[in-house]
């Protein structure tokens, strides 16, 4: 059974502060989509990465996934209160269609 | 074009109550996929659906019925259900296994 760890589980932080979410996995994943949901609201697709070492960034977010396609990492600059929200990281394996899903991580950005 | 939609957005029901939640998309997805999420945790698969085909049930009660009519429509049969299936139910899809799309939810509440 694949498994995702992803922390912190909760995030309280000030308008412009940096933050870094982790996801980190003993098994190796295919790909690794970052998705980010509001309260009642379906999650939202930010990033899928596939190849080890790759770097995206979306504005203000630089998404990585490790060498070894075991970990991943988001990391949002300058947050804003917009960014509130939970984000959620998860893995694609080799059994077609699953997913494996991290905890989440609830954001909340201050003004 | 990225959207999936589902219909009802808001559904009470009693524990005696048949309904049906509905999904569609228009992206020539060939997967679809039913979720189940509770508050504040990660969307957990029910079903998937692959080329119109049932591939994967994850063992869930018979009280829950998927239903593929065609590539684009996807339902989900609801009766006799217990106040503990009180959720946000989530559809998506995806055209190949790498990225899900999701749709905004049913809120269900069982009374």
């Known amino acids: 059974t694949q498994l995702l760890e992803q922390s912190p589980q909760f995030l309280s932080i000030q308008e412009g502060e940096n933050l870094t979410v982790y996801c980190n996995s003993s098994s190796v994943f295919s790909s690794l989509q970052w998705y980010r949901q509001e309260p009642g609201e379906g999650p939202v697709l930010l990033v899928t990465?596939?190849?080890?070492?790759e770097v995206k960034k979306l504005k203000r977010l630089t998404f990585q996934f490790g060498d070894a396609r075991k970990d991943s990492s988001l990391h949002i600059t300058a947050a804003q209160p917009g960014d509130t929200g939970l984000y959620l990281c998860a893995g694609g394996g080799t059994s077609y269609g699953k997913l494996t899903f991290g905890q989440g991580t609830i954001l909340t950005v201050h003004p | 074009d990225t959207e999936v939609t589902q219909t009802p957005k808001h559904l009470v029901m009693g524990m005696t109550n048949k309904k049906s939640l509905k999904c569609e998309q228009h992206?020539?997805?060939?997967?679809m996929y039913w979720y189940k999420q509770k508050a504040k945790k990660p969307p957990e698969l029910m079903f998937v659906y692959s080329y119109e085909k049932l591939s994967i049930n994850e063992s869930v009660p018979s009280r829950f019925s998927p239903e593929c009519p065609n590539s684009s429509l996807l339902n989900l049969h609801l009766h006799a259900l217990q106040p503990e299936d009180s959720a946000l139910y989530l559809c998506?899809?995806?055209?190949?296994?790498?990225?899900?799309?999701f749709g905004p939810g049913t809120r269900l509440t069982v009374t």
């Open positions: 998506a899809s995806s055209q190949d296994r790498y990225e899900q799309y």
């Open positions: 990465v596939v190849t080890g070492g």
């Open positions: 992206m020539g997805h060939r997967a």
